[in-house]
């Protein structure tokens, strides 16, 4: 994809960044090394890689799935202004 300087003054106006000429030519400089460098990488072909979900094969610590605290719904529900067959009853908010 090229740009012409048209198009960076353009984007810059629809970005509304004051651009002036020598830096939108910068800029543009920098856009195309940028699309060049995209058209390289897509040129590469990638068919036989396998995708990975991680880059260094990476694999997760896990805990024991244990239970560490006991179950005291009983006295939450205790406290509770409403409960009804194990259920916290709340005011209605949409109608």
């Known amino acids: 994809m090229s740009l012409s300087l048209d198009d960076v003054k353009r984007v810059a106006n ?3 960044i004051e651009v002036g ?3 939108a030519r910068a800029t543009l400089a920098q856009l195309t090394g940028i699309f060049s460098l ?3 990488m897509q040129a590469v072909d ?3 890689i396998k995708p990975m979900s991680h880059p260094q094969d990476a694999v997760q610590r896990l805990r024991d799935d244990v239970v560490t605290e006991t179950d005291q719904h009983k006295l939450f529900q205790s406290i509770a202004p409403q409960v009804e067959a194990r259920f916290y009853l709340v005011p209605k908010v949409i109608e």
């Open 14 to 16: 629809l970005a509304r």
């Open 21 to 23: 000429e020598d830096e």
């Open 38 to 40: 995209i058209e390289q």
């Open 46 to 48: 990638t068919s036989a």
